[in-house]
C-alpha cells in the first residue's frame, strides 16, 4: 500500500427515499467520482441504503469538545423550547 | 455438445478472469481500490459460478460447478486469451479489465435476450453488475491516461502489449454460429463495431494511442491458451486436487 491514499471524505448513507442521511464513515480517495464509488464498495454493499452522499472531510467545520459548555449547556434550564403542547397528527413518520 | 461448450465459454471466461483479478486482494494501489477490485471480481466469480452449474446440468453426466472449475486441464478451458494475461501494474490489469467489461456489458445486454432462459436470467443479473464494472474502470483509464507523464505511459505500455488480444472476443466458429441459429448465442460481431467505437474513443480521451497493424491473436475459445492459463490453473486447482472429495 502506498503512503499517498488521497484526501479523506465523509460518507452519508440514506437507507430509503426520504428519510436523512446519516453519517456513516469515511474513506480515501483522489477525486469526486471515485470518492462516490469507493462509498458505495464500502458502505452499501449489504443494501444499507439507497442514496449517497460523499463530501470532502475538511469542507465540514465542526465544534471542538471545548465548545460544549458555551454552545449546549445554556439550553438545560430551558424546557419550554419543547413544543409539547402540539398534537403531532399521525401521519407524520419521522419528526 | 456445442450448447454445453457455449455455455463453458462464457462461464471460463468469467472464472478465469475473476481468479486472475482477485490476484490483487491485499495488494491494492490503496485499500478503497483494493476492496473495489475484489468486489468486481467476485460478482464476476457468481456469475461464472450459475454458468458452470448450468453447463453441469447440459452436459448430464454427473459433473458438477467444482469438477469443472477444479478437475480440468488447460486444453479443456475455453476462455479468451485476454483475461489470463498477467495482472502487470495497475496500469495493465486496468487496461485489460475495461476491455472485457464494456464487452460483457454489450454481450450480456443482449444476451438478456436469448431463448435459452437460464442464460436470460443469468444476463439480466449480471448486466447491473457490470454496468457498474465498466464505470469503474473506465473512469480509470481516464486518470491513468490524463495523470502524470508516467501513469500514461505505463498505460500506453499496457495497451500496446494487450491490444492483441482484444480480436478474439468477437472470435466466433461452429460452435456459436450453431447457439446463434438456436437463438441461444449473441452474434457478438454485431455489437463489435460499437465496441470498437466506444473502446477507441475512451483510448482517445485518454491520450492513449491504439498500436498499428496488429495481428490479433485468438485459439483460447478452443483451448489453445498463452503459458500463462497453466500457472493460474496450477494455483487455483491445487488444493481441489490434493484432496479430491474435502469439504470446507
Known amino acids: ?95 | 455438445m456445442n450448447h454445453y461448450k457455449y455455455i463453458l465459454r462464457l462461464a471460463d471466461n468469467g472464472l478465469i478472469n475473476s481468479q486472475r483479478l482477485t490476484e490483487w486482494t491485499g495488494h491494492g494501489p490503496f485499500l478503497e481500490e483494493d476492496l473495489a477490485l475484489t468486489n468486481i471480481a467476485l460478482d464476476i466469480l457468481g456469475r461464472s459460478k450459475l454458468l458452470l452449474e448450468y453447463a453441469a446440468k447440459i452436459d448430464n453426466t454427473g459433473k458438477t460447478e467444482d469438477t469443472l472449475a477444479y478437475h480440468r486441464g488447460e486444453r479443456d478451458f475455453f476462455n479468451t486469451k485476454l483475461v489470463e494475461q498477467p495482472n502487470g501494474d495497475y496500469a495493465q490489469t486496468i487496461i485489460k479489465q475495461v476491455m472485457v467489461d464494456y464487452f460483457d456489458l454489450l454481450h450480456y445486454t443482449e444476451l438478456q435476450k436469448s431463448k435459452d432462459e437460464t442464460l436470460a436470467g443469468i444476463a439480466a443479473k449480471s448486466v447491473k453488475e457490470i454496468t457498474y464494472h465498466y464505470r469503474h474502470t473506465s473512469n480509470w483509464v481516464l486518470r491513468f491516461g490524463l495523470g502524470t507523464e508516467e501513469s500514461n505511459q505505463r498505460a500506453q505500455t499496457a495497451l500496446d502489449e494487450l491490444w492483441r488480444f482484444s480480436g478474439e472476443l468477437f472470435y466466433t466458429d461452429e460452435t456459436e454460429q450453431w447457439a446463434i441459429e438456436q437463438g441461444i448465442a449473441v452474434n457478438v460481431n454485431l455489437f463489435k463495431d460499437k465496441w470498437t467505437k466506444t473502446i477507441t474513443s475512451l483510448f482517445a480521451e485518454a491520450n492513449l494511442k491504439l498500436p498499428e497493424n496488429t495481428f490479433m491473436q485468438s485459439g483460447g475459445k478452443n483451448g489453445l491458451h498463452t503459458e500463462h492459463l497453466g500457472y493460474i490453473l496450477a494455483e487455483m486447482q491445487s488444493l481441489a486436487r490434493a484432496f479430491p472429495m474435502q469439504k470446507w
Not at chain 1, 2 to 17: A, H
Not at chain 1, 62 to 83: C, L, T, V, W, Y
Open chain 1, 1 to 95: 500500500m502506498s503512503d499517498s491514499q488521497g484526501p479523506l471524505w465523509e460518507v452519508f448513507v440514506q437507507k430509503k427515499s426520504g428519510q436523512p442521511f446519516v453519517h456513516c464513515g469515511n474513506l480515501h480517495a483522489f477525486d469526486k467520482e471515485m470518492a462516490l464509488q469507493n462509498a458505495r464498495d464500502l458502505y452499501t454493499r449489504r443494501m444499507e441504503g439507497m442514496a449517497l452522499w460523499v463530501v470532502l472531510s475538511e469542507h465540514i467545520v465542526a465544534s471542538s469538545p471545548e465548545d460544549q459548555g458555551s454552545f449546549f449547556e445554556p439550553a438545560n434550564d430551558k424546557i419550554f423550547r419543547h413544543p409539547t403542547f402540539y398534537q403531532v397528527p399521525d401521519i407524520i413518520k419521522h419528526m
